[in-house]
């Protein structure tokens, strides 16, 4: 089974605090997960790599947007 997370936010004054890693480790943690996707603003695209997410750009025409699709198997 899979989880996707549509948003992730901490608020400023919890940030820098381990509070996105920890709940990304609960749900890397439960058995019947075997993959977390997430889509992510280019500015966090950086933790998400550092948490062993691998990161793919798209180009949405539609909303002329560029999204990060952020995957984490296993």
């Given at each position: 089974a899979f989880v996707e997370i549509m948003h992730l936010a901490v608020d400023d004054a919890f940030r820098s605090k381990g509070v996105a890693k920890a709940l990304i480790q609960y749900v890397r943690d439960?058995?019947?997960?075997?993959?977390?996707?997430?889509?992510s603003p280019e500015k966090n695209v950086e933790f998400f790599k550092h948490l062993g997410f691998?990161?793919?750009?798209?180009?949405d025409q539609i909303t002329?947007?560029?999204?990060?699709?952020?995957?984490?198997?296993?």
């Open positions: 439960s058995e019947r997960v075997d993959e977390i996707i997430v889509e691998k990161v793919k750009e798209e180009y002329d947007v560029v999204r990060f699709i952020c995957r984490l198997k296993g």
